[in-house]
C-alpha cells in the first residue's frame, strides 16, 4: 500500500550547521550566540537614542590628520618666519585644491611649499587579531549595557517582590582589523627644512595616532626616504617619501553588517526564590517519607532490562552488593598481613569471585595500590594479604614492622 | 677694415632700439639680485633667508609661454615660462649683470632665471674679441633671460600666503 504523501527534509541552513558546531564555554546553558532569526531578537532600533560604534576609514584618515594637525603640529623656518606645513590628503579635486584649500597657494594658484601629502596605498586585512567569524551572521561581537531602560523604571515594588531587572543591551560585531598603509611625501624647499619634518614624524612613529576622545591607532613609520629634485625649467624641490603602516579596525555601517549582527537584545528579568523554612524536624521527616523512599522494593529493584522482562535483585544479591566491612590485622610478617576469623565473602551465581580489586589495604592509613596488592586469599579461618612491602615504601628491603597498621576493607566477613 | 658695422651705426641702432622699448613697446621688470655678502648658505647649498639688493627697473621685449598646469599627489600646479630680453646697453647703464638664480618680477609674479643667453651681435660681431681688430666694430645689442615662475613664499619678498 502505498504510503501518503510526505514532506521532504528541510536542508539545514549554513547558519542552522554553524550554529550546531558552537559549545557553551562552560558546559551548561545555550550557546552564547543569538539567532537573530528569532522573532524576538529582531528589535528595532527606531527612536533609539543610543549610537551604536562605527568606525571606518574616514575615521582612520581623520586620526592621520588630528594628530598631524594638534599634535605633531609640523612647522618650519623660512624667512625668519615660523610657517605651519599644511597637510593634505593626496590627489583633491581640483576645485577643492586650488579654490577652497587655496590658502598654501598664491593668487595664481602656484602651490607654496612646505608640504605634507598622505594617502592611502594598502589595506591589508589582519586576522591575528580577532575575528567575528562570519558576516553571514555574526558569532562574535561584544556586548554591552545601557545603563538605564524604560523596561526598568524604578519602584520599590521590584524590591519586594525580589525582581532583577531585565537588562537592555547592545550588541557590537568584532571588528574587522586591518593594516593601512599609507604613502607619504613631504615637499620643501629645502633640505634643512625636511630634516626638521622628519624628526618630529620620527618622534611620533610607534605612537597611538588619532583624537583621544575618538579614536587612536598605532602607526609606525619605519624608513624615510629624502631626495632633492632640480629640474631643468622648474625649481628645485626636496621631497622626503615614508609610509606610515597603521594598525586600524573597521565597525562597518554596511546593509550586510546590520542584517547579520544581534544589535539589541533584553535580559530575561529573574524573581529569587531565598531559602524558607519548611518547619520541625517531624514536619520535615514526614514529607521525606515518600511512597518512593518508603516502598519495600526500590526503583532498582523493579528496573526494567531492554529487550522486556523484569530484572530483579534477589535478598542474596542486595547483601553481596551492599557488604563492605574493615578489619585490622591481627598479625603480621615481613610482607604479609593475617585477618583472623574472617571470610571472604561467597559471589552469589553469576557474579565474579572477589579479587583483589575487591578490597582496600591501607598502611598506616595510606592506600596500597592495587598494583602493590600481591594477594588476598583466603587460608583455613583466616584472611593472609601479601603486599609488595618494598615498593610501597619505595625502598628496597623494606618490611613491616610491629607498630605498623594494616587495615583490610572489602567483601569478607 | 670693415666698412659697416662700427661704434656709431651701432649707435643708431641702439638709440632706436631703446626709444622703442620705453616709448612704444613699454613693458618693464624688475630685476632681483641676490645680495652675496649678506646671504649665507648652509652645508646643503641653501639659505632659508636671502637677501636681495634693491630691484632694478628694465624695460625688456617679453615673451611670455601658455600657463602649464600640471597635476600631481600634491593638486593643480602652475608653471609658465617666460623670456626677457633685454638691451645690453640698459643692464651695463643699471650695472646689473643678469645670472642664473636672479629673480625678475612681472605683475607680481617672481620668475626664476634659468638661463641667460647673449647670442645677438650687430653684424655678427663682439668688439669685445676682435682678435686684433679695431674694437670699434660690432656689438652685443641683447641679453636674453628665460626663467621660470617660482615659488614666491621662499623668496621672502613679500607674503604670499
Known amino acids: 500500500m502505498a504510503e501518503g504523501k510526505r514532506n521532504k527534509p528541510t536542508p539545514k541552513t549554513q547558519s542552522e550547521l554553524t550554529r550546531e558546531q558552537i559549545t557553551p564555554y562552560d558546559g551548561r546553558g545555550a550557546a552564547p550566540a543569538s539567532s537573530k532569526a528569532k522573532r524576538e531578537n529582531q528589535i528595532s532600533l527606531k527612536d533609539d537614542t543610543v549610537k551604536l560604534p562605527l568606525v571606518g576609514f574616514k575615521d582612520i584618515d581623520g586620526a592621520i590628520i588630528h594628530y598631524f594637525n594638534n599634535v605633531i603640529k609640523p612647522s618650519v623656518i623660512q624667512n625668519s618666519i615660523k610657517i605651519d606645513v599644511p597637510v593634505l590628503y593626496g590627489s583633491p579635486e581640483r576645485w577643492a585644491a586650488v579654490q577652497k584649500d587655496g590658502f598654501y597657494r598664491d593668487k595664481d594658484g602656484k602651490i607654496q611649499v612646505p608640504l605634507i601629502m598622505f594617502k592611502k596605498s594598502n589595506i591589508e586585512k589582519n586576522r591575528a587579531l580577532g575575528n567575528k567569524l562570519d558576516g553571514n551572521e555574526v558569532n562574535n561581537f561584544i556586548i554591552y549595557e545601557k545603563k538605564y531602560s524604560k523596561r526598568n523604571i524604578y519602584d520599590r515594588f521590584s524590591i519586594l517582590t525580589n525582581r532583577n531587572p531585565s537588562k537592555e543591551l547592545y550588541g557590537v560585531v568584532v571588528p574587522d582589523y586591518v593594516t593601512v598603509t599609507y604613502q607619504c611625501v613631504i615637499f620643501t624647499d629645502y633640505v634643512e627644512q625636511c630634516d626638521k619634518l622628519i624628526e618630529a614624524l620620527n618622534f611620533a612613529s610607534d605612537s597611538y595616532w588619532g583624537d583621544p576622545e575618538r579614536y587612536r591607532f598605532r602607526a609606525m613609520i619605519d624608513s624615510y626616504t629624502p631626495t632633492i629634485e632640480v629640474v631643468q625649467g622648474q625649481d628645485r624641490g626636496v621631497k622626503a617619501t615614508f609610509s606610515i603602516r597603521l594598525h586600524g579596525y573597521i565597525i562597518t555601517d554596511t546593509y550586510n553588517r546590520d542584517k547579520a549582527n544581534l544589535k539589541k537584545f533584553y535580559s530575561k528579568a529573574q524573581v529569587n526564590f531565598k531559602m524558607e523554612t519548611a518547619g520541625s524536624i517531624e514536619e520535615l521527616t514526614t514529607r521525606a517519607a515518600t511512597p518512593e523512599s518508603t516502598a519495600p522494593i526500590r526503583f532498582y529493584d523493579t528496573a526494567t532490562v531492554t529487550g522486556g522482562g523484569t530484572y530483579a535483585l534477589s535478598t542474596e544479591d542486595i547483601t553481596y552488593l551492599t557488604l563492605k566491612n574493615a578489619a585490622i590485622a591481627n598479625s603480621k610478617s615481613s610482607s604479609s598481613a593475617t585477618f583472623s576469623n574472617r571470610t571472604i565473602a561467597t559471589a552469589p551465581a553469576g557474579y565474579p569471585t572477589p579479587g583483589i580489586q575487591d578490597f582496600e589495604v591501607y598502611i598506616n592509613g595510606r592506600r596500597v595500590p592495587a598494583s602493590q596488592v600481591t594477594s588476598v586469599s583466603q587460608v583455613g579461618a583466616d584472611i593472609i594479604v601479601v603486599l609488595d612491602v618494598a615498593g610501597f615504601f619505595e625502598e628496597p628491603g623494606a618490611v613491616l614492622v610491629g607498630t605498623d597498621e594494616i587495615l583490610l576493607i572489602g567483601k569478607f566477613s | ?161
Open chain 2, 1 to 161: 677694415m670693415s666698412i659697416f658695422g662700427s661704434q656709431r651705426d651701432f649707435g643708431l641702432i641702439k638709440k632706436m632700439n631703446r626709444a622703442l622699448l620705453r616709448d612704444i613697446i613699454e613693458q618693464e621688470a624688475a630685476y632681483y639680485k641676490i645680495s652675496l655678502e649678506a646671504t649665507e648658505a648652509n652645508i646643503y647649498g641653501e639659505a632659508l633667508t636671502k637677501t636681495f639688493l634693491p630691484p632694478v627697473l628694465l624695460n625688456c621685449l617679453i615673451t611670455k609661454n601658455d600657463q602649464v598646469i600640471s597635476v600631481d599627489d600634491f593638486g593643480p600646479d602652475l608653471g609658465r615660462a617666460v623670456s626677457f630680453a633685454f638691451l645690453r646697453d640698459d643692464l651695463v647703464d643699471a650695472n646689473v649683470v643678469p645670472e642664473v638664480g636672479d629673480i625678475i618680477m612681472l605683475y607680481e609674479q617672481y620668475y626664476e632665471v634659468d638661463t641667460v643667453r647673449e647670442n645677438q651681435y650687430f653684424f655678427g660681431k663682439d668688439n669685445n674679441y676682435n682678435f686684433g681688430r679695431s674694437d670699434k666694430f660690432g656689438a652685443s645689442i641683447s641679453i636674453v633671460c628665460d626663467g621660470h615662475l617660482t615659488r614666491a613664499d621662499k623668496l621672502g619678498i613679500r607674503p604670499v600666503r
